[in-house]
């Protein structure tokens, strides 16, 4: 059972472009979510799906930044028009349905992007 | 608001010694907290997850406390080596039907010899 998978794992952008993020999920693993790591600082939320919803998209800025968890395939994060601030690396998560309290989520290994 | 604090900011500590890194919350209601460690361009591996029934919690020579009552948790490192160098974050999530994880913005450990 592989791990969750993020890629690419360095992406690097000019201003103005677009930035794709994709995270595919452990097996069986229906909710997923997207973290946002600058240098030197704590990860945090940007948006929570599950499988074609979005939970709660409260930490994700309003304009540019979209993200998707279709019924098939991988979680996408999608940055138009990058700018040099979205330089980050970008955390995903993902965790089973229904699974109570004890609840285990499992992150991946992130996507650093940089914008140039 | 649900918050997550945590401290020291940084520690450095000598091969060979104990540390405790501290963890304050006010998420309500609360589910459940957990310890991550996170090397320097990994993603954060989990150590320990405690639920509201638990104040102990042991993983090799780390050592996770929760006290629910006064919301604060503890990660305490035995014997630290040299790899144990890293972020260790303290989540928290909330019994509010989201399952969202709430995160503390870490300790970064720095153990030398």
């Known amino acids: 059972n592989a791990g969750v998978m993020q890629n690419p794992r360095h992406l690097v952008r000019r201003r103005g472009q677009e930035a794709r993020l994709r995270c595919s999920p452990m097996?069986?693993?229906?909710?997923v979510y997207w973290y946002r790591q600058l240098p030197e600082e704590g990860l945090k939320f940007m948006v929570y799906?599950?499988?074609?919803?979005?939970?709660?998209e409260s930490g994700m800025p309003k304009e540019r930044f979209s993200a998707e968890f279709p019924k098939e395939g991988p979680s996408i994060l999608r940055i138009q028009q990058v700018v040099r601030g979205d330089s980050a690396a970008y955390f995903c998560?993902?965790?089973?349905?229904?699974?109570?309290?004890?609840?285990?989520?499992?992150f991946g290994q992130g996507t650093r992007l940089t914008v140039v | 608001k649900n918050q997550v604090e945590q401290s020291p900011q940084s520690l450095i500590i000598l091969e060979g010694k104990n540390c405790t890194l501290q963890?304050?919350?006010?998420?309500?209601?609360?589910?459940?907290l957990r310890w991550y460690k996170q090397d320097t361009g990994r993603g954060p591996v989990s150590l320990t997850i405690?639920?509201?029934?638990?104040n102990t919690k042991s993983n090799g020579r780390y050592t996770a406390t929760l006290d629910a009552d006064t919301k604060q948790s503890s990660l305490h490192i035995t014997a630290s080596q040299l790899s144990d160098s890293a972020s260790y974050i303290c989540?928290?999530?909330?019994?509010?039907?989201?399952?969202?994880?709430?995160f503390g913005t870490g300790t970064r450990l720095q153990v030398f010899p």
């Open positions: 799906l599950q499988k074609e919803n979005i939970i709660d």
């Open positions: 963890c304050n919350y006010t998420v309500s209601p609360f589910s459940n």
């Open positions: 097996k069986g693993h229906s909710h």
């Open positions: 998560a993902s965790s089973p349905p229904n699974g109570g309290e004890r609840t285990e989520a499992f």
């Open positions: 405690m639920t509201f029934s638990e």
């Open positions: 989540v928290v999530s909330a019994r509010d039907g989201t399952d969202k994880l709430i």
